[in-house]
C-alpha cells in the first residue's frame, strides 16, 4: 500500500520540527519520520536556544517550552596550561522580559516542540529509519523507509536528516563532507543540586551563565571549550576540526577529560554527577561548503545544509529558519497551484539569500579557512596572553616598562612583528 | 598533563537498545585498512572507541557503543572504506538529555 502525501519531512529536529509546525498550519497534509524512539532522542546540542527563530514560529513558546536558563552572564576565557585570562560580560538587561537566550536540554526541548507540530496536524512516525529517496528520474517522489511495505509517497520531501546529510549524499546531490567542514565535539552533561550551581556562579532563579573558552584546551586544533549552566546540571564539552583531530593523533574523551582536569575548569564541576556522554558533528565549512539546496521535489535545511555560523556558535536557530523558508516556499507554491519542480524550488534560495543566514555565512566565509591556515590564534596567542597578563600582574621588584619590554618581546618571539601584522590583517578582513 | 580516560566508563552512563546481530557499521575492504591505511584515524577520532586496530595489523570495529556522529565515515576520507547506516528505526543510542 503506498500512501501519498503533500510533503514529507525527514527528520523532527529543530529544522524538521519547524518545517512542518509551518506546512501543518497552513494545512498541508504532513508527514514527519523520525528514527528515534521520540524526537529529541537521537539529537545533540551544547544547547543554547536564541530565542527569535523560535519566536518567529511558535510566539507564545516561553509559556510551556522546556527552558533551563536564561543567559545574563557571558563569559570568554583564553587558557593556558594553569591559567586564564578572562572577560565577563554581565548585564541587567538581559534580566528583561523576553529574554534573548536560554540554555536547554535538547532531548526535552525537541519532545515539546515535536508536541507542538503534531498539535498543529502533522503526522509524526517514531522508530522508522529513512533508507533513502525514491526516484523517478531527478525527481523526489517519496522515501522508502525501514518499516514494512516501507514506500511513502509525497509532491515533496524535506530532507532535515542532520549533519551527515546521508539520504542527499546517496541520492548523488552533493558529495561526502570533508573532515576540514566539520567539528567534532564531545560533551558530559554533570547534575548537581541547583542551589550550589546558584552559588557557584553567582545567580538566582532561573538566571544562567555561559562560558567559551579557547586556548591550550585545544591543544593548538581549531577549536572551543563551552561550559554552560541549566538548572540543575551543568553542561561541558569541548569541540574541533575533525581534520585537526586526525592530523593531530588527538583522541575527543582524552581531550574533554584533560579539560575537566585544568585547573581553572576543575572546581566548577566539584560535587556534579556525569549522567551522560554524548558526540556530535557539528557543520562549520561554512558558506563556500553550502551543497545543492533543492532539486526536483526535494529541499535540505538545517544542518543537512551546513546551516551553522561557526563564528557566533549559532545553529539551532539557523536550522529554524531555513525549516520555515523551506516550508513557506512550498506553502506559497501550493497557493499559486504551481508544483515543487527545481525551477519553482529555487524561491527556497531567494528566501535564504535574503534572510540572516545566508548573509551571516557570507560575512564569514573566508573564516574556517584562515583558521585552518594560521593555527597560531589557537596556539600561540592564547600563551602570549596569559603570559603577559602572569607578567604584569606579578610584583616582583621589576618595574612595569620593562615588563611591558618583556611582552613586547615574546610576542614578536613567536610572531615575528610582520606575522602580527598580517595576523591582524587577516582577522580584520574575516570579520569585516 | 596526562590524565587516564576510560571511555567505556563515560558510555556506562548512555542509554542504548543494541540491534544484537545487526551492526550499522562495517569496514568495506578490511585489506584496505590493514595494508594501505597508514594513520588509522578511525582508531584515535572515534569518541566512543568502537575503532581498534589490533595487534596483527587488522582494523576491528563494534558499533554497540557507538554515538551515531558519523566522524568514522568522513575521517576516512582517502580510503571511503566505511559503510555506515543509521541503527534501523527505534535502535542505538538513546539520548536521555542529548
Keep these: 500500500m503506498a500512501e501519498k502525501f503533500d510533503v514529507i519531512v525527514v527528520g523532527a529536529g529543530p529544522s524538521g520540527n519547524a518545517a512542518a509546525l509551518r506546512l501543518a498550519e497552513a494545512g498541508l497534509s504532513v508527514l514527519q519520520i523520525e528514527r528515534g524512539e521520540s524526537p529529541g532522542s537521537k539529537n545533540v546540542q551544547g544547547a543554547i536556544l536564541y530565542s527569535d527563530a523560535l519566536e518567529k514560529l511558535i510566539p507564545d513558546f516561553r509559556d510551556d517550552a522546556p527552558l533551563e536558563r536564561h543567559v545574563i552572564e557571558q563569559r570568554m576565557w583564553v587558557l593556558d596550561d594553569d591559567s586564564f585570562v578572562g572577560s565577563h560580560y554581565r548585564s541587567d538587561s538581559f534580566n528583561k522580559e523576553p529574554y534573548n537566550r536560554y540554555t536547554m536540554i535538547r532531548a526535552q526541548f525537541d519532545k515539546w516542540f515535536s508536541e507542538r507540530v503534531q498539535k498543529a496536524g502533522a503526522l509524526l512516525i517514531c522508530e522508522t529509519t529513512v533508507s533513502h529517496l525514491l526516484l523517478d528520474g531527478q525527481r523526489v517522489i517519496g522515501v522508502m523507509t525501514d518499516r514494512q511495505g516501507g514506500e511513502i509517497y509525497a509532491d515533496a520531501v524535506i530532507l532535515a536528516d542532520g549533519v551527515n546529510s546521508l539520504l542527499a549524499k546517496k541520492a548523488g546531490f552533493h558529495p561526502e563532507i570533508k573532515p576540514k567542514n566539520v567539528a567534532l565535539a564531545v560533551k558530559e552533561i554533570h547534575f548537581m543540586p541547583q542551589e550550589l550551581i546558584e552559588q557557584r556562579f553567582g545567580v538566582k532563579g532561573d538566571e544562567g551563565v555561559v562560558i567559551e573558552m579557547v586556548g591550550k584546551i585545544t591543544k593548538g586544533m581549531m577549536g572551543t571549550g563551552f561550559l554552560y549552566t541549566n538548572r540543575e546540571s551543568i553542561t561541558i564539552g569541548v569541540g574541533c576540526m575533525l581534520s585537526d583531530f586526525k592530523n593531530q593523533k588527538i583522541t575527543p574523551y582524552e581531550l574533554l577529560e584533560q579539560m575537566k582536569a585544568h585547573p581553572s575548569i576543575q572546581p566548577m564541576l566539584e560535587g556534579g554527577e556525569m549522567k551522560e556522554y554524548t558526540a556530535h558533528l557539528i557543520p562549520e565549512g561554512g558558506f563556500n561548503a553550502i551543497p545543492n539546496l533543492y532539486g526536483d521535489g526535494w529541499m535540505i535545511v538545517g544542518d543537512a545544509g551546513m546551516f551553522v555560523n561557526a563564528v557566533h556558535r549559532e545553529g539551532s536557530n539557523l536550522a529554524m529558519t531555513t525549516g520555515m523558508h523551506a516550508a513557506d516556499t512550498l506553502i506559497e507554491l501550493k497557493n499559486e497551484g504551481e508544483d515543487f519542480s527545481a525551477a519553482n524550488l529555487k524561491r527556497y534560495k531567494a528566501r535564504l539569500d535574503e534572510s540572516y543566514v545566508m548573509k551571516d555565512l557570507k560575512k564569514y566565509k573566508n573564516m574556517p579557512d584562515v583558521f585552518h591556515t594560521n593555527p597560531q590564534f589557537f596556539n600561540d596567542y592564547p600563551d602570549l596572553i596569559s603570559q603577559a597578563a602572569r607578567t604584569m600582574l606579578t610584583v616582583d621588584g621589576v618595574d612595569k616598562k620593562t615588563k611591558e619590554k618583556e611582552i613586547r618581546k615574546s610576542f614578536r618571539q613567536r610572531r615575528s612583528l610582520f606575522g602580527l601584522m598580517g595576523d591582524a590583517f587577516k582577522l580584520w578582513r574575516a570579520f569585516e | ?98
Excluded at chain 2, 571511555?7 to 575492504?29: A, W
Excluded at chain 2, 557507538?66 to 543510542?93: F, K, M, Q, S
Design chain 2, 1 to 98: 598533563m596526562s590524565v587516564a580516560v576510560k571511555v567505556e566508563e563515560k558510555l556506562f552512563q548512555n542509554r542504548y537498545k543494541v540491534d544484537s546481530g545487526r551492526p550499522h557499521i562495517s569496514i568495506i575492504d578490511a585489506d584496505k585498512c590493514r595494508n594501505h591505511c597508514e594513520n588509522h584515524a578511525c582508531t584515535i577520532c572515534c569518541p566512543a572507541a568502537c575503532w581498534t586496530l589490533e595487534g596483527n595489523g587488522e582494523v576491528t570495529v563494534i558499533s554497540d557503543g557507538c554515538l551515531e556522529c558519523g566522524t568514522c565515515r568522513i575521517v576516512c576520507d582517502e580510503h571511503t572504506n566505511v559503510a555506515w547506516e543509521y541503527p534501523r528505526g527505534g535502535y542505538g543510542i538513546l539520548f536521555k538529555f542529548g
